[in-house]
């Protein structure tokens, strides 16, 4: 016979209701676009009263800056579509029964791909593919889908098995258990992953220029080539700022997609 | 070996049973690169509204055996009748959602409120919004938590016994004729399981599903059960009767062993606390004149007051002598106050008493009402009674 003393933990847990988004972690959110705005004034302000030379004011003027980040912007932008449209899927399938014994393979070439020299991917691949933009963004997707594809599948190994048992249990099919449950729950651990690939994507980008792939690259390229300090400056810290705003996206997305409850 | 087990003198039932009979066939689980089957030819008949437990030694098969009713795991071998449906080779996403199942920690998901999670079934078997919506507030209901303040929080917001609740609204939602429950109570303190097993006897008595309850606990399994199926490695069915028939004849060494040494005390789980002769107290309304309570006590030579709220469910035992120094019976409600159910056993009342340091504990009957009041001296003369019954 049990005697059971332990009155206090009958006690129920006081929470209120849909307690989340706690202010502590909103006003974290909130330094990191004001540090960035601030550096961004300072130097907008810089460009416009600084004295330049002719070979670093073309680069650095408004229109050719512009472009610069376009350029950047749009390399990014694609590489992280195609990253997404593989990593996420490929990392769903790699959980799924009989593909579970692929994945130290898959994994195994994806990390490769990040642990290869990134430059001298950029330039493997140029030889193979040609120069330009499409193999820049093939080079930049085999560096960056491995925290997606690996947190894809640690999001979804980390949902509670039981849960999966509970959902099979009561009916669901596989797939509606994946859709409303395992992914649901895995939503916080993806989109870090996703955030970690986009911030690598911003900063490898600028290696895109040693294959005519355009962006910022140029101007640090052209800043060391031709030892302009200036245009080296200026294309190391835009790069930093545009990283620091990806990534301060993400962070935001990431509070607001995850899943009430947890 | 197989050898069909039935029960043609079923216990006469008076009450109400929405359950089908579950009849297995020559069920078999083989893994492959092990020689023994998991689960060994199990032919075993359930009737319609009883409930069943499974016990025996971790590893014996019996989780196996639940899991395969539901075909979460696929048998190897043999059938499976719902009523006198072969259902071994119907589409197992169908069949389970005519099969409520129940998990330890009720499994209910994490990122869904307490009602989406128990209307997940109903929304699958495509019921329209409003039917859903009056069915979640009626389980709710059902399993004792109030829908206006459960119905939109987050498991997370919610005690284990509260979330246990829910696990068991959200199996019963499409109103299966089949419970399975695998270890339900494992994980929750044991005043909150006596009270999750109370709530079950309960909702079992106005339901009357088929219950399918693995457990490791025996005295859970005479607590639940109509009938108790102890098994032995590969699911060996060993002895499958009532709680008192094993108590009193375990059919062989095995189930004197695994019943255990106690064995006499644990006729104080089959006695329920309402076939013991109750104690009426004297009760009194809060807000009532102090004064007229303590002349009644007094003339009734009592020395304790259940005080009631407005329907008549205890909240607190204050002595005569606490209450003379008030005007009128104070309206505090006690989160102490030790309280059973009627079907709750002596061992559970016992346990309450224990935990509440309290030499008595009051007992509620429909609708939580007061029933009346059991004291220590009552659950030692049952004890007395059974060691003399034993030894005699």
């Known amino acids: 016979m049990t005697a059971a003393v332990d009155l206090a933990v009958t006690a129920p847990e006081t929470v209120e209701p849909g307690g989340r988004r706690d202010g502590v972690a909103w006003r974290g959110l909130l330094v990191q676009p004001a540090l960035i705005v601030v550096v961004a004034v300072a130097f907008v302000v810089w460009r416009s009263t600084a004295t330049l030379t002719d070979a670093e004011a073309r680069p650095l003027g408004w229109s050719a800056l512009g472009g610069s980040i376009l350029d950047h912007l749009q390399l990014v932008a694609v590489a992280a579509v195609v990253v997404l449209a593989v990593g996420i899927p490929l ?3 790699l959980t799924r029964g009989p593909f579970r014994r692929a994945s130290p393979l898959v994994l195994g070439v994806a990390n490769t791909g990040q642990a290869a020299p990134a430059i001298g991917l950029f330039v493997l691949l140029a030889t193979w593919l040609g120069f330009g933009f499409g193999s820049a963004v093939v080079a930049l997707v085999l560096y960056s889908v491995l925290p997606v594809l690996r947190n894809t599948m640690v999001g979804l190994q980390g949902v509670d098995a039981r849960l999966v048992e509970a959902g099979r249990g009561m009916g669901m099919s596989a797939l509606a258990v994946l859709l409303r449950v395992e992914l649901p729950l895995a939503v916080p651990v993806v989109l870090s992953g996703v955030r970690t690939a986009l911030v690598l994507l911003v900063g490898t980008a ?11 690259g140029l101007l640090i390229t052209t800043g060391i080539n031709l030892n302009l300090d200036t245009l080296l400056y200026s294309g190391a810290l835009l790069v930093a700022l545009l990283a620091l705003a990806v990534d301060w996206v993400g962070r935001v997305v990431e509070t607001l997609a995850r899943p009430k409850g947890l | 070996m197989s050898e069909t087990l039935t029960h043609a003198g079923d216990p006469a039932h008076d009450r109400t049973v929405s359950g089908v009979a579950i009849r297995l066939e020559g069920v078999t689980k083989r893994y492959p690169g092990q020689s023994e089957p998991a689960v060994d030819a199990v032919d075993l008949e359930i009737a319609a509204g009883e409930t069943v437990m499974f016990v025996g030694p971790s590893g014996c098969g019996k989780t196996t055996l639940l899991k395969m009713l539901n075909r979460l795991i696929e048998p190897s071998g043999g059938k499976i009748f719902l009523g006198d449906e072969d259902v071994t080779g119907q589409d197992p996403d169908q069949l389970r959602r005519r099969i409520g199942y129940v998990i330890q920690a009720g499994g209910l998901f994490p990122h869904m409120t307490v009602g989406t999670n128990i209307g997940l079934v ?13 069915r979640i507030d009626e389980l709710l209901d059902l399993v004792g938590l109030d829908p206006e303040v459960y119905r939109d929080r987050f498991p997370k917001e919610l005690s284990g016994g509260q979330q246990q609740r829910v696990g068991v609204a959200r199996a019963l939602a499409a109103d299966p004729p089949v419970l399975l429950m695998d270890e339900p109570f494992g994980a929750v ?37 109509d009938r108790i199926v102890v098994f032995d490695v590969g699911a060996r069915v060993v ?3 009532t709680p008192e028939a094993i108590l009193a004849e375990p059919a062989e060494d095995y189930v004197a062993d695994f019943v255990g040494a106690g064995a006499t005390l644990k006729q104080l789980t089959l006695t329920r606390v309402g076939d013991t002769g109750l104690h009426t107290p004297v009760t009194a309304a809060a807000g009532e004149d102090s004064a007229a309570v303590v002349t009644r006590a007094t003339a009734a030579g009592e020395q304790y007051v259940v005080v009631t709220d407005g329907r008549g469910r205890p909240i607190s035992w204050p002595s005569v002598a606490e209450l003379t120094r008030t005007t009128t019976v104070p309206a505090t409600r006690d989160e102490r106050l030790p309280v059973v159910g009627l079907r709750s056993t002596l061992n559970d009342a016992l346990d309450t ?9 009051v007992v509620t009957g429909r609708r939580d009402a007061v029933a009346g ?9 049952a004890i007395q009674s059974t060691r003399g019954e034993t030894r005699g």
């Not at chain 1, 600028?206 to 910022?216: E, K, M, P, V, W």
């Not at chain 2, 399981?193 to 005295?219: C, M, P, S, Y």
Request: proline share 2%; aromatic share 6%; no cysteine.
């Open chain 1, 91 to 93: 990392g769903v399938l």
């Open chain 1, 206 to 216: 600028t290696l895109a220029t040693f294959i005519d792939g355009g962006g910022l």
């Open chain 2, 353 to 361: 008493m224990l935990a509440a340091s309290q030499g008595g504990v």
């Open chain 2, 189 to 225: 303190d044991p005043i909150t399981r006596q009270r999750l097993q109370d709530e079950l006897l309960r909702i079992q008595e106005e339901l009357g599903k088929t219950i399918v309850f693995v457990t490791h606990d025996f005295d859970e399994a005479v607590k639940l059960g």
């Open chain 2, 239 to 241: 002895q499958y009767d």
């Open chain 2, 373 to 381: 009041v059991l004291v220590v001296e009552q659950v030692m003369a």
């Open chain 2, 122 to 134: 109903p929304g699958m078997l495509k019921w329209d919004r409003k039917r859903i919506a009056e």
